[in-house]
């Protein structure tokens, strides 16, 4: 079973978590810019976080052969923040970067007049890039966010085909099908989505404009739910080419408008910018 994990924030993980998903056959992933759970005080700060995504990130996942590439953004819940408005100005320098796939994450966390324009200006960065787009639906009130976010794609001129609308549930994803944007879901160990249910909506919806990610970040969710979820379909009937299209080609397809995707080799070399992540003498 070979993985393209499109939504995984790996900044908030441990070496083992790379360690183990190479271990079970994660050769790639994206990595969104989000809300790091402390908040954000100035630009320098986004300035700082934005370079390890396209940097030591990237490094630290070549070091277990996962080919890294990210999504760059001012985040839905930041945007309410006067603090971090600044950041609109210098995302041009990183949406021209290699490596970076999509804006993302944008959306919605309380749906405020902030928030509005925020995400409008973020999808005018992503045609002017042309790349697609990473769409995050809220936590709360999320029926009426989803309709609120498919609103604002479509004032917005950006096509459909190169969104995904994440965070799916139940409730949300047939008004996304019916879109013509990509679904997207997160697996979760108790919020979200679980991989039984996942098989639920595949059968449902089919394995077309689906992409299942862990989304695992700093709170109680696990890098191996994308491998979870391609056991449980085959446990459900689906077949191996299935599976692969889902974990694999899906992600590739999506995040491969971008221009920007690399799934050559990613073993590079022990350093980077001369640091290491190896501490003290190899046994």
Known sequence: MRIFDPHIHMTSRTTDDYAAMAAHGVQALVEPAFWLGQPRTSV??????FDALIGWEPFRASQF??????TIALNPKEANDPRCREVLGVLPRYLAKDGVVAVG????????????E?????????????????VHTPHRDKAAGTT???????????PAERVVVDHLNEVTVKEVADSGCWMGFSIYPDTKMDPDRMVVILRQFGTERVLVNSAADWGKSDPLRTYATGRAMLAAGFTEDD?????WRNPVA???QS??????????GDTFAGNSILRGARS
Request: net charge negative; proline share 3%.
């Open 254 to 256: 999506f995040y491969g």
């Open 148 to 158: 609120r976010t498919l609103d604002v794609v479509r004032e917005s001129g950006v």
């Open 118 to 134: 925020v995400f409008a200006a973020q999808l005018e960065l992503a045609k002017r890039f042309e790349l697609p787009v990473l």
């Open 65 to 70: 052969g996962i080919r890294h590439h990210c």
């Open 243 to 247: 599976v692969d299209q889902v974990l």
């Open 105 to 116: 994450e944008v959306g919605y966390d309380s749906m405020t007049p902030e928030e509005d």
């Open 259 to 268: 221009g920007r995707l690399d799934l050559s080799d990613a073993r590079t």
């Open 44 to 49: 320098g700060s986004f300035v700082d976080y």
